[in-house]
């Protein structure tokens, strides 16, 4: 819809530019770690809850969480390559794994509390899982055209798949919407100063993701029962109460 467009437009670049920011004073990890959260797909849940009825948001949000568990296998798949190769390598391998997991993940009709289990579970195993990636090089500033590529890249992979989506069916549009743009780009661009920095990212990320699961379990449990701004109100919180404890996590690790 346009509502969800203009979100798109106007938010894609924003929160590209915020996480780098964020990334360039307080490290890579905490780019990652703020893009875990829901910062589009909470708020197109939102227009799909008023638009189409809380029974689809109720749905959308199990088909959120099975995009987590698929993000999980990005992260995985890309660390693990960007050990030994180059980004472009890593970020076939990860987009890959990405789409195997959301295409197996997609036929079954998971309950919310198994998949809530399994996002828990994979994220603990993931995390387990990273490589090490070295110690991160000190780097000189960053070129000034980076940021603006950073936000501009974001943004047409954005509206690729966007666009991309009503050809593709629901099934494969489901999919797609989680594919994790933003931490790829954030990766990537990370991955040129080495293998460090975009093993940082991702275990942000997956730190991150904590509260993306918590958003959509709470979402899923309650907006049937209570309501869309109730459940919204209770999804933010809990979500905010999570990513409190991740960053916790993330600056002991640090």
Not at 93 to 120: D, E, H, K, N, T
Not at 204 to 216: D, T
């Amino acid at each position: 819809s346009h509502s969800t467009l203009v979100l798109k437009l106007v938010l894609t670049p924003a929160l590209i530019g915020i996480a780098s920011l964020a990334a360039r004073r307080w490290g890579q990890a905490v780019g990652g770690w703020l893009v875990g959260l829901p910062l589009t797909s909470g708020p197109i849940a939102f227009f799909l809850a008023l638009e189409r009825g809380t029974s689809f948001a109720e749905a959308a949000a199990l088909g959120s969480l099975v995009g987590a568990i698929a993000e999980v296998a990005f992260c995985v798949a890309y660390a693990r390559v960007a050990v030994r190769g180059p980004w472009p390598a890593a970020c076939v391998a990860g987009s890959l794994a990405f789409a195997v997991v959301a295409a197996v993940l997609q036929r079954p009709a998971f309950s919310l509390l198994v998949l809530a289990i399994a996002v828990c579970a994979s994220l603990a195993i993931a995390l387990r899982l990273l490589p090490s990636g070295g110690t991160v090089a000190a780097r000189g500033p960053s070129p000034r055209w980076e940021l603006p590529a950073r936000m501009a890249s974001a943004t047409v992979v954005v509206l690729l798949i966007t666009g991309f989506a009503g050809a593709l069916g629901p099934r494969w549009s489901g999919i797609l919407a989680t594919y994790p743009v933003y931490a790829a780009i954030l990766t990537v661009f990370a991955h040129r100063a080495g293998t460090a920095p975009a093993v940082q990212v991702l275990r942000g990320l997956l730190l991150g993701l904590f509260a993306f699961a918590a958003f959509f379990v709470i979402l899923g449990a309650s907006i049937e029962r209570v309501g869309i701004a109730p459940a919204f109100a209770l999804a933010i919180a809990g979500a905010l109460a999570i990513q409190g404890l991740s960053l916790l996590l993330l600056v002991r690790h640090r």
